[in-house]
Structure formats: structure tokens, C-alpha cells
């Protein structure tokens, strides 16, 4: 059972490039996240999709933009990479449980020179 | 002053050790209460889920939460090497996931 699948698991970049973070459940959430881990911030959220078609801002949504392609996907696009972007990104997925539980990727490691 | 403050550790204890993992809070609002594990290069995963005052406990862990003191803790008994990971602290004002806010995470490892 793949869960939530991340791709790529590593990226290096130049200021000013852009990429796309692909995300993948296989588990029929409707709801998706889009989260960054820095060291002594602990997780915060970016976007998040609570259905296919919806998205909205979480905590830090600057410089980036997201597409809920459909109920499998939700891609995370960073148009003008900036070296405060270097972070570990991680996408998760949520039951519409009352827990809320949030089932997470294995990340994608991105650097920004 | 952020919402939830975790010491990050490390924290280093013999295998078979109890440990005690704290968090504090500062929005008297929170109902909901997670520890989310998270080993190395891994993404978390939950552990314990408590909603409001109180005790839980699961095998060898035990979340504690004291909403008068606005502190809650996660006890492990008898701890394994396989125990090593990162344990984040999480709550939130309401059951949605969109909401919840997550501590920094405390490292611990356990010597063999």
C-alpha cells in the first residue's frame, strides 16, 4: 500500500528557477496538504485542498502556488525559487475522520542556491 | 512567543528507561492533541490522539494532557532503540487538520 507518494525525494535549484513538487494518495482523501519542516519551526502548512477543486492559503503560502489536479493529486509549484525556500517539503492527506489524522509522504528535500 | 514550545533536545537515555516528553501552549483553546512520530529522513506518522483533559494510554505510551496548566506529555515505558525518532507535539482548536499547529520536535535516542 503506497499512501502518499512524493516526487522528486531531492532537488537542487539556482535562485529564480522554478519546479513543481508532484503528491499522490491512494487512500480516497478528500483532503490534501502541502507542509515545510525547518529546523526549530517544526511543520508548517503551505496550502492545503479540503476537495477536489478547492484550495486555500495555510500559514506561509508566499512564493508558492498549487494545483488539485484531481482526488489522487495536489502539486506544489514554486514559480521564482528563492534561497528561503530551502526546506524539506512534505505532502499528507486526511480522512474526513474526527482524529483528522494526517498521513504523510516521505518529503522531498529541496535546496535553493 | 509561539503557540506550542518544544525543547528539541536531543534527549539520550538507556535502553528500558522511562521518558517523558513535554509540551506547552499558550491558546487556552486547544481541544485536540496528537504526537506524531517521525524517524529519520521519514515523513510523521500519529502515535497518540487525545481530544480535551486527560489520560491515554497504548502499549507502552502514555499522553497526558493538563489544560489547566496548559502542558500536555507523552510517556514511553520500557523504551527500545527502536524508539529513536523525532516525536512532534500537535494540537489544534478543532478537529479539521487544516488547523492543527505543531510543536518543534524533540530528537531522542536510545542507547542500546
Known amino acids: 500500500n503506497a499512501g502518499v507518494t512524493q516526487t522528486p525525494k531531492f532537488q537542487v535549484l539556482k535562485t529564480g528557477q522554478s519546479m513543481t513538487l508532484q503528491c499522490a494518495q491512494d487512500m480516497n482523501h478528500n483532503s490534501m496538504y502541502w507542509y515545510r519542516q525547518d529546523p526549530g519551526m517544526g511543520l508548517r502548512l503551505i496550502y492545503y485542498?479540503?476537495?477536489?477543486?478547492?484550495?486555500d492559503k495555510g500559514e506561509v503560502p508566499n512564493g508558492y502556488n498549487v494545483s488539485r489536479l484531481n482526488k489522487r493529486e495536489f502539486s506544489l509549484r514554486l514559480e521564482s525559487a528563492a534561497p528561503s525556500q530551502t526546506s524539506v517539503y512534505f505532502c499528507a492527506s486526511s480522512s474526513d475522520s474526527p482524529t483528522g489524522e494526517l498521513f504523510f509522504g516521505e518529503g522531498s528535500r529541496l535546496t535553493v542556491l | 512567543q509561539k503557540e506550542v514550545e518544544q525543547d528539541p533536545g536531543p534527549l539520550s537515555v538507556p535502553e528500558g528507561a522511562i521518558v517523558s516528553l513535554n509540551c506547552t501552549y499558550s491558546?487556552?483553546?486547544?481541544?485536540?492533541f496528537m504526537w506524531y512520530r517521525q524517524y529519520s529522513r521519514k515523513g510523521p506518522e500519529l502515535l497518540m490522539y487525545t481530544y480535551s483533559s486527560g489520560n491515554k494510554e497504548d502499549g507502552r505510551f502514555t499522553a497526558q494532557v493538563d489544560k489547566s496548566s496548559k502542558y500536555i506529555s507523552l510517556f514511553i515505558r520500557d523504551s527500545q532503540p527502536s524508539d529513536s525518532a523525532t516525536y512532534l507535539c500537535?494540537?489544534?482548536?478543532?478537529?479539521?487538520?487544516?488547523?492543527?499547529?505543531f510543536g518543534s520536535g524533540t530528537r531522542l535516542s536510545i542507547r542500546p
Open positions: 485542498s479540503a476537495s477536489e477543486g478547492t484550495t
Open positions: 491558546n487556552s483553546a486547544f481541544q485536540y
Open positions: 500537535a494540537m489544534s482548536m478543532y478537529s479539521s487538520a487544516s488547523k492543527i499547529i
